[in-house]
């Protein structure tokens, strides 16, 4: 069983920056692809950025590429998600979530990613 714990949401201003992190049990996971998702209320779950873990090939939404970004420490068995200039519209509660299947593609369906943590939640004020 995979266990994911996000941390380091909160409340920020408009242009303002969050760093969330996702820490991963077990250290059978160099062949996934490790996830973030967002949902905010009333709108459907949407990708925000991946990594692979053995490869580190990252991948972004169009909404947030430029701002956003993310790593993974294989060590640590954690991610990152550095979210710079962010915006009112990326209010929402921010999931991580794992694929077994990203090793050398990356998903951006949510319903291919198998483990999920419970969400933190982002939110910015204008």
């Known amino acids: 069983q995979v266990q994911l714990v996000e941390s380091g949401g909160g409340l920020v201003q408009a242009g303002g920056s969050l760093r969330l992190s996702c820490a991963a049990s077990?250290?059978?996971?160099?062949?996934?692809?490790m996830g973030w998702f967002r949902q905010a209320p009333g709108k459907e779950r949407e990708f925000v950025a991946a990594?692979?873990?053995?490869?580190?090939?990252?991948s972004y939404a169009a909404s947030v590429k430029g701002r956003f970004t993310i790593s993974r420490d294989n060590a640590k068995n954690t991610v990152y998600l550095q979210m710079n200039s962010l915006k009112p519209e990326d209010t929402a509660v921010y999931y991580c979530a794992a694929d077994r299947t990203g090793n050398y593609v990356i998903h951006i369906q949510s319903y291919t990613y198998e483990y999920w943590g419970r969400g933190t939640q982002v939110t910015v004020s204008s």
């Open positions: 990594v692979t873990w053995s490869r580190g090939t990252t």
């Open positions: 077990g250290r059978t996971l160099s062949t996934y692809a």
